[in-house]
């Protein structure tokens, strides 16, 4: 069983959807992130929670809302997407919420906006 | 600001070394290295932190040197499972004065037989 599990693998939706990605971590971490990756770019964080709380937000677009209901899991809630949006979405954790800590990541989501 | 690695890209043989290199124009509190697979999650691979120190296992090892703002990756003996793309990830403060963790474009190397 892998530390960070994150469904659905891959997701196409169409500008109007309203969908959910979901991450659930196994290692009994306080620090959960949502990253995104596009070809050719490096990672961006989007947003962190330290135990449930956010203490990031990098200036993304509010058609990205993510929630951490308790230290275990993770979700970003996607409405009203642009085609600029397609990447994958992955989902990390750490022991606390310090760059000097390892990160775990899930395998992510493949998102695709038609 | 985001680490600059280079190479961006490098062809080995088996058995072959490499380095590869991560600078910052930023003062470092620690250097990550992940490797990541294509359609896999990134793995992490090891931490340097402050103090110019060098690590490793098997043949994978990094150096941090603090004052020049970089750090290295080595790879000796080059074998087919090391193909991959490799993320350095910079510690350091952010303007809000938490800790931010910044990541380079990637190198991706491929051993071939």
């Known amino acids: 069983e892998t530390g960070v599990t994150q469904t659905p693998r891959h997701l196409v939706m169409g500008m109007t959807n309203k969908k959910s990605l979901k991450c659930e971590q196994h290692?009994?971490?306080?620090?959960m992130y949502w990253y995104k990756q596009s070809a050719k770019k490096p990672l961006e964080l989007m947003f962190v929670?330290?135990?449930?709380?956010?203490?990031e937000n990098n200036s993304v677009p509010s058609r990205f809302s993510p929630e951490c209901p308790n230290s275990s899991h993770l979700f970003l809630h996607l409405h009203t997407l642009q085609p600029e949006d397609s990447a994958l979405y992955l989902c990390?954790?750490?022991?606390?919420?310090?760059?000097?800590?390892?990160?775990?990541f899930g395998d992510g989501t493949r998102l695709s906006i038609l | 600001q985001q680490p600059v690695q280079s190479p961006q890209a490098v062809i080995l043989r088996e058995g072959e070394d490499a380095v590869i290199n991560c600078s910052s124009s930023?003062?470092?509190?620690?250097v990550h290295w992940y490797r990541q697979k294509h359609g896999e999650a990134p793995v992490f691979l090891m931490i340097?932190?402050?103090?110019?120190e060098q690590k490793g296992h098997e043949k994978i090892s990094a150096s941090f040197n603090e004052k020049k703002q970089q750090s290295s990756l080595y790879l000796t003996a080059s074998q087919l499972s090391y193909s991959g793309t490799y993320f350095c990830?910079?510690?350091?403060?952010?303007?809000?004065?938490?800790?931010?963790?910044?990541f380079g474009k990637g190198t991706k190397l491929s051993v071939i037989p």
């Open positions: 990390a954790s750490s022991q606390v919420f310090n760059s000097n800590q390892p990160q775990h």
């Open positions: 290692l009994g971490h306080n620090a």
């Open positions: 929670y330290s135990l449930e709380e956010r203490v």
């Open positions: 930023k003062a470092l509190y620690s």
């Open positions: 340097l932190l402050k103090g110019g």
């Open positions: 990830g910079t510690g350091g403060l952010d303007r809000a004065g938490s800790y931010q963790l910044t």
